[in-house]
Nanobody, 122 residues
Framework: QVQLAESGGGLVQAGGSLRLSCAAS????????IGWFRQAPGKEREFVAA????????YYVDSVKGRFTISRDKSKNTVYLQMNSLKPEDTAVYYC???????????????WGQGTQVTVSS
């Protein structure tokens, strides 16, 4: 089992920044990638970004490239999502998840956190 816990969400004005954290515990060697997903009200959940736990390769959805940065701190078993230049359309519940499969294959993510709300006001 892998346990994931997100933190760092909140309310921010458009153009502002937030940093989300995803702390992992348990059988952390059972996954290869940690990803961030988000779900806005009335919309389907979408992939945002992912990082290879071992090599650090990163992946982003086009809409956040250049604004969001995913990183990891192996010593803390934590993955971060630095979000800059936030827009109202970034408003959603953000989830981190872990997968042993390729990072953009959403169905392969077996472990999920409880989510953290990000609200961007205009």
């Amino acid at each position: 089992q892998v346990q994931l816990a997100e933190s760092g969400g909140g309310l921010v004005q458009a153009g502002g920044s937030l940093r989300l954290s995803c702390a992992a515990s348990g059988r952390t060697l059972s996954y290869n990638y940690i990803g961030w997903f988000r779900q806005a009200p009335g919309k389907e959940r979408e992939f945002v970004a992912a990082i290879s736990w071992s090599g650090g390769s990163t992946y982003y959805v086009d809409s956040v490239k250049g604004r969001f940065t995913i990183s990891r701190d192996k010593s803390k078993n934590t993955v971060y999502l630095q979000m800059n230049s936030l827009k109202p359309e970034d408003t959603a519940v953000y989830y981190c998840a872990a997968t042993p499969y390729r990072p953009t294959y959403e169905s392969g993510y077996s472990y999920w956190g409880q989510g953290t709300q990000v609200t961007v006001s205009s």
